[in-house]
Structure formats: C-alpha cells, structure tokens
C-alpha cells in the first residue's frame, strides 16, 4: 500500500503556521534541529521481518494450503502421534481410519483409509476438511485440487467439490482413474461469477460406489504471490510488502528450536517435493507440514526484495536439551553449514546444487547468520561453548557473513560476538516508555545490535493506538542510536484470528498481539503495523542532531510521568540533491500539541512540505477484520514551510513531516 495515495487529512486535524515566535505561548514545546550536524549513519537494512510458527502463521497463515491437516499426519491438542484423523469428517456411509500399513513414501508414512460401506450418485461416501476455520471462496478464481490415492476394487470415479458449510456445492469437478497403485490426481476448479466472497466454506471427496480407498496429502490452493507452485497467501504478501523490508529472520523464535531435538527445524527435511516432507510438530501445539519450507521463505525473500537473516539450530532445545562438546555439536555445525551453503553456494558445490535442482540456480545474498535462539533460558552457561564453536566453523568457511549471538557478549567470553540479538516485550505502554532509553546508555565500545524481537502489548488481541504510539517512540529511540543499533523487526509478524478464545488447543491465537492479523477470508494491519510502514518508508540515510524545549509529560495509571512527545530527526539523501528532512514524532498528548519547529544549518527550504499522520481521539482503539482501517496513516500537503514554523500535532499521533531542502 502506497501512504501517500490515502485520504487526505481535513483541517480539523492538523494545522501549520508559520507565526512569529512570540505568537506562540512560551510554554509551547519545541524542537532544535542542526541540519548541518549527521549525529551517524543508519543502516539501509534498518527494518526487516521476524517469523515463527506461531498463531497459525504458516499453517493456515501465509502459506497457501486450504486444507487443515493435509497428511493425516497432525495431531489433536497435545498429543505427540497421530491416532486419528483429525479436522477430517466422513461423509454418507464412510468410515475412516489411519493406515500405518498402506504408507506413501517414508516420510508420509500413513494414510488414510476410507471403508465406504454403501454410496451411489445420491447418497455419496467420502470426507469433509473445514479448512483452518473455514476455507475462503471467491468469484472468478481457480483452485486446484491435488490427492494421491489408491483403491481395492472398482471404486469408480471421485467427486472432489468446494462446498457451503451447509452442503450446498460451489463447484466440482470429477476425478478418474483411481486404481491399485499410489497415484498423483490434479483437478482444477473455478467458481463462477456469482459466487459471494465467503469463508464458510468446505471441501469434499467422495465416490458414488461402495469399495475401499487410501487418500495422502490431499491438498487444494486457491491464488498464490506471483502464481508460485507451493506458494503463499497474496494479500498477506502483499501487506508484508507495504512494510519495504530488507530482511526476513527465518525460520525464526522457538521454531528453530522445537520443545525437543527431534522437533526443531530439520531444513533438510522441508526442501523438494512437498509430498516427501515429513512434516513436525511446532512448540506451539500444532502440527506443521513443512510445505512452508526452505526454498518457501527464500522466495519469500526474493519476492519481497529482502535478504536472508537465517537463524541456524545451535544445540539447544527447549526442553533443556543441549549439547556444549564440540564432537556432539559437530553433526549440527555442519547442518548449519550445508544450511548456508544451500542458500549462498554456488551450483558447483553440493548444496547450492541441490538448490538448482529445487528450481534456483542463482545463490540468494545473505550478510548474517543467528546461532541459536534466546539462550539465556540455557541456565547451564552452555552458550558461551556452543557459541564459539559454530562460529569458529561459519567463519572458517564464510568469513564475510555477520554472525550474530542471541545473548549479551559479556555471556559469551570465548569469543566476542560481531553483533548481539536484543529482544524487547514491553508488558504495556508505561514499560516501553521506560526503556526508551536504553540505547542511548549503552556503551559504544560493545557489539552491534539487532533488536530481533520488540513489541508493546497493549490492546487485546491486537495492538491498539496507544501501543502503536509508544512503538513509534520506541522506533525513534533506535534510529537515534543508529550507531549501535544496526536493525530492527517487530514481533510475531502474523495472527490467525478466527478464534482467539476457548481451550488453548482449539484457539488460533497464542500470542496477542501481532502486527498483521487475518481469517481465512480477511486481512489487515494494526495501528502497529502503519507506524513500521511509516518509519520504513522513510527510513533516513543520516540521523541529524535535535533537542527539544518545553515538552510536556502524561502519566501512567500506575503514577509513572514520561515526556509526552518522541522525536526523530534524519535525512534522505539522493545523488544530486540536497536532500529531504524527515521529521518522526509520537505524540501521547491527550490534546491537540502546538510545536515550534526551529531549523539550523540550512540555506533554503522548499515552502511544500509532505506529512503523513495517524491519529485517533480514543488511543484504546484498533483496526479488525471487519473494520481494518479505522485506525491508519493519511497524508497532506503542508504550505508556509520556513526555519520557523509551528506544527500543531493532534491528540495521540503518530507521523512522519518530509522538508525538502534546496
């Protein structure tokens, strides 16, 4: 989404003069802007994105698949092994049971097998899947269906349909040939016209004759991004997109990890053909397919402009499982480094050709490697070996990647991190005011920083204005200390929403709140999500030096007084030009706040300038599934742009002012 194509703002809103300062009351706040003194550099991969499976993000999320539980292999809850076929249902006179004895391949290593006791063109036999909460329908668009199966019998024709939840079918399209043998079927379905955009939706397999038959990795996908073949969800693409990322941390969090060895990441497992990936369970309780694999989030990378920040398994899970001798680390050092290889190796290697052969021959860039995942819950002191010994084994190979430990340096003594991974969850407003801070006490002799994981939670399940404001001063806080904060990504990225109560082995939501939100049919960004666009999108080349004068304070239910105005100063510099000054502020003011603007170091200013805001006069309100853009950015054009202007902001805001200098 482009900020600059929304509405314009009504005067109502917001209002610039350029009055005389005395025309201002001398309690008015104001900011010192030295536009000829660079504070530092920011770097051009400042914002990015963090990922995990969590809240149904891939499953059901972003990665394309309609149909819950596709292998059969998933399980219900809590459990660790599959013992029934869950989110499946029979249809008609069918009765259905996991076969461990009519297995695909090895890695899908059961099958369904549907015993249909009577069927006939009018009273058909098979099953139904829902979907994750539904499966989303819309008019004019294709879906292809794919099953393998196999039968006993003359079983005939199969009937595979996108149907009402109520029965009604949307649309079908009939299947034959299924014989003896395990064989691959492909149908494609189209709705028509007429058809109402709905997710109360389900699909359907059946037959019309009595017989018996193995199903395995029934699957059906509507659109893709880009039209990929295992692709993912366009609109979340799409609003992920609008971010202008430069990086994605994959796979990311606890997923790396897994509860257990067996069930972290095993990125072996999840390239090639999906039908041969075995799929794990998910420390957050449910079953992942791992058709969103490897090659998925490179191309996810490629197809949003971001590079690779990979985050490798370091011998630690989250059981409390570890390893620290370098002999029992060794078979995962060189997973991490076969790992690298495949996404930066060249064909002439044998990783980086086992990536041409999964269809991408060009090695994707890549500058930094994660080793391991919050090891400060590793109370062993652990981490300080493992840690020196993959990154003894990276840089050996690869010395040009950054490598970056995901605990202070002071932790690691045996070797000096390049750059530390921060993470920051403020439990409300008030906490994320408290640490605003942090960064500028930090001594400048310590490592780079990535901030790889930061939110304010506030608002429930989703981040309200007030979170969104307090995220902004936040952000403002780290491209001031650009010098030692090298990037940054908020966290989690997406929440499956359909159903965010009840027992938490049925819910969608684990975590509140998140930054892009959806069901199976909607999607939309938080107020959280349109400050990142907002800073993103004007993200500076320097950071210039300011001061303020005059700001007034708020306080906390629980008493705490914080600055009621945050602010950032940097420049845009384009070859040729003089520049653009952009203004970043976050304003918690509860009224309308009249700011002095006072420029230094400039000849001579452009009397237009370009100002993108977001307000809201209830600072607990947020966007929703049926209302996503209460809450989101406009931009005007501002005229009287001088050295001296007077900005007046409105009451909980958050915005973005770009002066063009000449």
């Keep these: ?94 009765e259905m049971a996991l076969d461990r004895n009519n297995k695909l391949n090895d890695a899908l290593d059961l099958s369904l097998a549907l015993t249909l006791t009577s069927a006939s063109p009018e009273q058909p036999a098979g099953i139904r899947n829902g979907g994750y909460w539904g499966i989303a329908l819309r008019p004019d668009t294709t879906y292809t269906v794919s099953f393998y199966a196999k039968a006993e019998g003359e079983i005939g024709p199969l009937l595979a349909s996108l149907a009402k939840a109520g029965g009604a079918s949307v649309v079908s399209g009939r299947v034959d040939g299924v014989g003896r043998d395990w064989k691959k079927f492909e149908i494609t379905l189209r709705t028509g016209s007429d058809v109402v955009p709905s997710k109360d939706n389900v699909f359907t397999l059946t037959a019309s004759r009595p017989g018996k038959l193995w199903l395995q990795q029934v699957s059906v996908f509507g659109p893709t991004y880009k039209n990929r073949p295992n692709g993912l969800r366009p609109d979340l693409m799409e609003l992920m997109g609008a971010l202008r990322p430069k990086f994605l941390r994959f796979p990311g969090g606890n997923y790396v990890e897994g509860d257990t060895f067996g069930q972290r990441f095993e990125w072996k497992k999840t390239i090639g053909d999906p039908a041969q990936r075995p799929g794990h369970r998910s420390p957050w309780n449910y079953w992942s397919t791992d058709g969103m694999g490897m090659m998925e989030f490179l191309l996810w990378c490629k197809d949003l402009g971001m590079e690779p920040l990979l985050d490798v398994f370091a011998g630690y899970a989250l059981n409390g499982e570890r390893l620290s001798s370098e002999e029992d680390l060794a078979p995962f050092v060189q997973e991490a480094l076969d790992q690298i290889e495949y996404i930066i190796g060249g064909t002439n290697t044998k990783w980086g050709a086992q990536r041409a052969r999964d269809g991408h021959p060009e090695p994707f860039p890549m500058h930094y490697v994660e080793i391991g995942n919050e090891d400060f819950f590793d109370k062993s002191g652990s981490y300080d070996k493992r840690f020196s010994i993959f990154h003894k084994a990276i840089k050996a190979r690869y010395p040009q990647l950054t490598l970056i430990s995901t605990i202070a340096a002071s932790a690691t003594p045996s070797q000096r991190p390049e750059m530390i991974d921060d993470h920051n969850y403020a439990w409300g407003e008030a906490q994320m005011y408290e640490h605003l801070n942090d960064y500028d006490k930090r001594p400048r002799t310590d490592p780079k920083v990535f901030v790889g994981e930061w939110a ?162 209830n600072p607990d309100a947020g966007n929703s599934l049926d209302e996503p853009t209460r809450v989101a950015p406009k931009t005007q054009s501002l005229k009287g742009i001088a050295r001296e202007f007077t900005l007046t902001l409105p009451a909980y805001s958050v915005g973005v002012l770009e002066i063009e200098t000449r």
């Excluded at 105005?565 to 040729?576: F, M, P, Q, S």
């Design 456 to 617: 304010t939670q506030q608002g429930w399940p989703m981040p309200n204005m007030k979170a969104a404001i307090a995220d902004a001063a936040y952000l403002a806080s780290l491209e001031r200390n650009a010098d030692l904060v090298q990037m940054a990504a908020y966290a989690p990225l997406l929440a499956n929403l359909s159903q965010v109560s009840g027992h938490s082995r049925d819910r969608s939501l684990q975590w509140a709140t998140n930054m892009i939100g959806y069901d199976a049919l909607k999607s939309y960004g938080t107020p959280s999500y349109y400050v990142q666009t907002m800073f993103s999108s004007h993200l500076g080349d320097v950071v210039l030096e300011s001061s303020g004068r005059d700001i007034p304070n708020w306080t906390s239910d629980d008493g705490k007084t914080f600055p009621a105005l945050h602010w950032v100063v940097t420049r845009k510099d384009e070859a040729g030009k003089p520049g653009r000054i952009q203004i970043k502020f976050a304003s918690r003011a509860a009224t309308d706040q009249p700011v002095r603007v006072k420029l230094a170091g400039v000849n001579k200013l452009a009397p237009t300038a370009q100002l993108t805001v977001m307000s809201s006069a």
């Design 1 to 94: 989404m482009n900020l600059l194509s929304l509405c314009t703002l009504s005067s109502a809103f917001l209002a610039l003069t350029t009055s005389a300062p005395s025309a201002i009351a001398a309690s008015s706040p104001e900011i010192h802007i030295a536009a000829d003194r660079v504070k530092t550099r920011i770097n051009p991969h400042m914002y990015g994105l963090m990922t995990e499976e969590i809240n149904f993000a891939y499953e059901g999320g972003l990665y394309g698949e309609l149909i819950r539980n596709r292998s059969f292999k998933g399980e219900a809850g809590y459990a660790y092994h599959a013992e029934e076929p869950v989110y499946w249902n029979a249809v008609g006179a069918a």
